[in-house]
T-cell receptor, first 114, second 117 residues
Framework: AQKITQTQPGMFVQEKEAVTLDCTYD???????LFWYKQPSSGEMIFLIY??????QNATEGRYSLNFQKARKSANLVISASQLGDSAMYFC???????????FGTGTRLKVLA | SAVISQKPSRDICQRGTSLTIQCQVD?????MFWYRQQPGQSLTLIAT?????????ESGFVIDKFPISRPNLTFSTLTVSNMSPEDSSIYLC??????????????FGQGTRLTVV
């Protein structure tokens, strides 16, 4: 079974609009971490935001926020006020015990339209 | 944060040969990871390399094909052995701090773009 599922291979959003990128995960461990990364065409991996399984509040970092619904096992990334520079591949990842490795979803390619 | 230097950045290799990729970190880190990424695809974990122990390989990856060294807390190598065109990919080194601390992000090197001809 897939640990991390991103069902949107590609998304378009108009500049200055908000967009939600979906991520669902599968784990039986009560302690885990969820991460979102951005990978522009240059190939570098840029960390965006983190959500812990015990966190009571949804994480926010500037224009990025994470809509964490634990019962549904979803951790959707919301980008507000999209910019042209947000065009990139976005990956959701999970970290859990016992290996503490980072497992990535298949990614969503976001294109921001002017 | 951690700064990761990965070498080479790219290479073109003949089939049947081997390539060793180096990963140098500017600080001591507990966990190092090696990933493979086809262009436009996701990151697939090859193995986890912890200093002082054998690397732990994911399903579908074996030590004979991808031997890994981790001689100290700042350095690791991944060798792609007996290469075939199917090994053409981007290989990424990544580090993570504090295996007992969940809320630390992974940091990545710039990747090695390997083409096997």
């Amino acid at each position: 079974a897939q640990k991390i599922t991103q069902t949107q291979p590609g998304m378009f959003v108009q500049e200055k609009e908000a967009v939600t990128l979906d991520c669902t995960y599968d784990t039986s461990d009560p302690s885990y971490g969820l991460f979102w990364y951005k990978q522009p065409s240059s190939g570098e991996m840029i960390f965006l935001i983190y959500q812990g399984s015990y966190d009571q509040q949804n994480a926010t970092e500037g224009r990025y926020s994470l809509n964490f619904q634990k019962a549904r096992k979803s951790a959707n990334l919301v980008i507000s006020a999209s910019q042209l520079g947000d065009s990139a591949m976005y990956f959701c990842a999970m970290r859990e015990a016992p290996g503490y490795k980072y497992i990535f979803g298949t990614g969503t390619r976001l294109k921001v339209l002017a | 944060s951690a700064v990761i230097s990965q070498k080479p950045s790219r290479d073109i290799c003949q089939r049947g040969t081997s390539l060793t990729i180096q990963c140098q970190v500017d600080s001591q880190v507990t966990m190092m990871f090696w990933y493979r990424q086809q262009p436009g695809q996701s990151l697939t974990l090859i193995a986890t390399a912890n200093q002082g122990s054998e690397a732990t390989y994911e399903s579908g990856f074996v030590i004979d094909k991808f031997p890994i060294s981790r001689p100290n807390l700042t350095f690791s190598t991944l060798t792609v052995s007996n290469m075939s065109p199917e090994d053409s990919s981007i290989y990424l080194c990544s580090v993570g701090r504090g295996r007992e601390i969940m809320n630390t992000e992974a940091f990545f090197g710039q990747g090695t773009r390997l083409t096997v001809v």
